[in-house]
């Protein structure tokens, strides 16, 4: 019987859908006459688009917003919104949306390299930062990931995700034409400009925020407000405390307007309430904004809070995935070049769940990060095999954004139900790892600092560049050239693998030359106790400068990945999302297989000091036996006994 019932409610929002297009048609047509009139071949064309995604879009809204009496008013500003976008699209943004939907998995061709960077720290300010666009194709950069540089309050902003305007950029940093001139350029020399859309909260200076402050019911009704702890206290019996340190609970008192705030981060960050449909649209609004500046991909931030609901934690609810959706389905009309890139730190069971074509087309892969870290400090990689074996795979059209590092802090976003069928304790392996890579745990290389650390829980997350963590900061304080060596090994390590593994590698920028942690945050009241700062160092460019100085250290690691990437861009096997995960009989070493069409190329990653040794039959048990050249070194390798020296990376393609 629910089944009949499941049907017939289809059935009715198709009919739904169809009444809602058939009368806002009309309207659409009578708002937008004089453009219709002056360009029927491109209306033609958009509204076949809209009639056809429409219907996804109605069932989604309707199922967030239908028992609302102004449902259909909300819906018929959002499709003049859509359309108005779209209009004022540029027309060479719109030959990209047609070569994307061309091409609609252009973002897994193997030549896809991401950098990541702050805008001040990497070149002072949007000016400056256009010209390093040779300095990004020296590296082979195809993506390029600009940290929040918006319009924020000038003291506390979260590293930028506090933003009081998506139309302003920092003045210190430039103007919004500069950023779209920018756009252009990056898109110009094959580069796609890739921004953060926070749609969880703004900063306490948005513009919503000030009206709201002033009194103004309606912008109100924007955010979460209650006028005692009545609903605050109900909500939080259910909620987990994100920032402890700053504020307890996850709502702040603002005595101008006698409301407790909703500020699941900071007291500053004010989350939107997006049972209001208004504030869906506006948000739309926003995203199709930087759309048409040449954004072609999205980063949103915290999707797992946006959606609240009186007795649950408040994270990860289906209405969230639904909100992204329509997110989504907004972007397939009216921009769609534009992709959209899931930021979700929480259990891997829940990462998955928003990664999909319909909804983000990309996602970070926390688990890989956290795991590769995982396996550089107990050196065995059984955790890291069955996460690859078990949660790599996703759904066709979308791909992993992979890294070894990003601008915030280290997680250990393991799954305990994974690691107790290793015989692992999770709570005690995450105490272990905080040990190690805060140098607690004896003979620790690694120099990290804690961040947000519970004294009472043990809980924490670490802090520190790629280098420091590797033990390179270590290494070059002793002056021990035998640990400088292992340190760039661990470095290469790990950057190869996101460069191999299925998806997007992404670079934090400086890592390509080894920038160790800066400890001159601490002298910085504003960021003090904010310990990701340690790696969010201003770029020294004559220590960029030295990759190009043969035998310096920023030399050997530049050049020496800048080979792991050319390797990558050179064999298409690493394109697709095709990879089998192998036992290699070794729990010190990984091995998985890339596959695309007739090539096949085994890698094989030592995790150890050590010298490790694979199984001529282990490779057998593949149909790995041939003899090898290793793309890396360019040596034939007969298929007996492998020995690999330590951290040693192999990309072992069959001989002929």
Known sequence: MGTMEHKIDDLWLERQAQKSFARLE??????????????????????VRLARIFPRLFEL????YGNQYDFFYHLEDLLRRITLSWIDRSPELKQLDAAREADPFWFQSNRMLGGVCYVDLFAGDLKNLHEKIPYFKELGLTYLHLMPHFRVPVKENDGGYAVSSYREIDPRLGTIQELADLAGELRHEGISLVLDLIINHTSNEHQWALQALSGDPDYQDYYRMFPNREMPDAYENNLREIFPDEHPGAFTFRKEIDRWVWTTFHTYQWDLNYANPVVFNSMVGEMLF????????LRLDAVAFIWKQLGTICENLPEAHILIQAFNAVARIAAPALLLKSEAIVH???VIKYIDAGECQLSYNPLLMALLWSSLATREVGLLNLALRERQKLPDGCAWINYVRCHDDIGWTFS???????????????QFLNNFYT????????????????????????SGTAASLTGLEKAIKEGTEQEVDLSIRRILLMHGIILTASGIPLLYLGDEVGTLNDYIYRNDPAKANDSRWVHRAVIDWEEMDRRTQPGTVEWKIFHRLCWLITLRKQNQVFSGSEMQVMDTGNQHVLGFVRSNGEQRVLVLANFSESPQVIAGNQLRLYGLSYHFIDLVSEHTIPSSDLELEPYQLLYLEPAE
């Open 416 to 430: 305990d139900e994974s690691a107790s069928r290793l015989g692992i304790n999770g709570f005690d392996h995450r």
């Open 26 to 47: 009309p309207i659409l047509e009578g708002a937008f006459s004089t453009f219709i009139q002056a360009n029927p071949p491109a209306w033609r064309s958009y509204k």
């Open 61 to 64: 809204l309707f199922h967030l």
């Open 439 to 462: 140098g607690r745990f004896p003979g620790s290389f690694a120099c990290g600092l804690p961040f947000q650390e519970n004294q009472r829980t043990g809980d924490a997350r670490i």
């Open 348 to 350: 891997p069971d829940e």
């Open 290 to 297: 930087l759309a048409n500046l040449g954004v072609e991909v």
